[in-house]
C-alpha cells in the first residue's frame, strides 16, 4: 500500500521560511521514472502545483515561485522536503505531496494534505 | 506557459444525469491530460491518466476523451457520491498545470 503524509508548522509569520516533509511508504524514490511533486490550494481556491523531484535527483519548479522554492529527497529515509522562503498570507493554503508513477508525470497517489496559515 | 481552462465552473445536476466537463488547453498537449476528483476537505483522486485511460478502481461510468487542446470527462449515470469538484491537469515532464476545477452539485 502507497502513502505519503506531509507534516510541518501549521502556522509561520510573514517573512519566515517554510519547512514541509513528505513521508511516504510503499515506493521507492530510487526506483526509475517516479517522482514526488508538492501541490497546494489556497481555502476555496484551485489546486497550483508547486516542485517536483524526479527518482534521479532532476527538480522541476513552478516559473512563478521558483525563485522560493527548494524541493529536496532522502531517499534513504523515503522522504522529500520542500522549503519556501519568505512566506506571506496569500500563502496560506493547504499543501498537498503526491507520487508520480511513470514519466511523464501524473499524480496516482496523494497525502492528505497539511494545513499552513502565514499570520503574525 | 500552457493554460488548462474548463468549463463550466459550476454544474448543476440530478442522479443518473449524463454529465459532461470540458477542458481546454491553450497550445497542444497530445493527450497528456489527467483528471481528479475532490471532495471537500479531502485530497484530489486520480480519476483518468493520459487523457482516457482509467485509473484502477474508478468505476467505469467515468470515462475521458480527447486530445490535443481540448479534452472531456464524462459522468454516464451520475449517483450521489460523484458530487464533487473536478480537475484537469497537464502534465509533462517539465511543468504540471491545473484547470481552475468544474463544481458539480445537486
Known amino acids: 500500500q502507497i502513502t505519503l503524509k506531509e507534516s510541518g508548522p501549521t502556522l509561520v509569520k510573514p517573512t519566515q521560511t517554510l519547512t514541509l516533509t513528505c513521508t511516504f511508504s510503499?515506493?521507492?524514490?530510487?526506483?526509475?521514472?517516479?517522482?514526488v511533486g508538492w501541490i497546494r490550494q489556497p481555502p476555496g481556491k484551485a489546486l497550483e502545483w508547486l516542485a517536483l523531484?524526479?527518482?534521479?535527483?532532476?527538480?522541476r519548479y513552478s516559473p512563478s515561485l521558483k525563485s522560493r522554492l527548494t524541493i529536496t529527497k532522502d531517499t534513504s529515509r523515503n522522504q522529500v522536503v520542500l522549503t519556501m522562503t519568505n512566506m506571506d498570507p496569500v500563502d496560506t493554503a493547504t499543501y498537498y505531496c503526491?507520487?508520480?508513477?511513470?514519466?511523464?508525470?501524473?499524480?496516482?497517489?496523494w497525502g492528505q494534505g497539511t494545513t499552513v496559515t502565514v499570520s503574525s | 506557459d500552457i493554460q488548462m481552462t474548463q468549463s463550466p465552473s459550476t454544474l448543476s445536476a440530478s442522479v443518473r444525469d449524463r454529465v459532461t466537463i470540458t477542458c481546454r488547453a491553450s497550445?497542444?498537449?497530445?493527450?497528456?491530460l489527467a483528471w481528479y476528483q475532490q471532495k471537500p476537505g479531502k485530497a484530489p483522486k486520480l480519476l483518468i491518466y493520459?487523457?482516457?485511460s482509467l485509473e484502477s478502481g474508478v468505476p467505469s461510468r467515468f470515462s475521458g476523451s480527447g486530445s490535443g487542446t481540448e479534452f472531456t470527462l464524462t459522468i454516464s449515470s451520475l449517483q450521489p457520491d460523484d458530487f464533487a469538484t473536478y480537475y484537469c491537469?497537464?502534465?509533462?515532464?517539465?511543468?504540471?498545470?491545473f484547470g481552475q476545477g468544474t463544481k458539480v452539485e445537486i
Open positions: 510503499g515506493f521507492s524514490l530510487s526506483s526509475g521514472g517516479v517522482g
Open positions: 503526491a507520487r508520480g508513477p511513470t514519466i511523464p508525470i501524473f499524480l496516482d497517489v
Open positions: 497550445q497542444s498537449i497530445s493527450s497528456w
Open positions: 491537469q497537464h502534465y509533462n515532464s517539465y511543468s504540471w498545470t
Open positions: 523531484i524526479y527518482w534521479d535527483g532532476d527538480k
Open positions: 493520459k487523457a482516457s
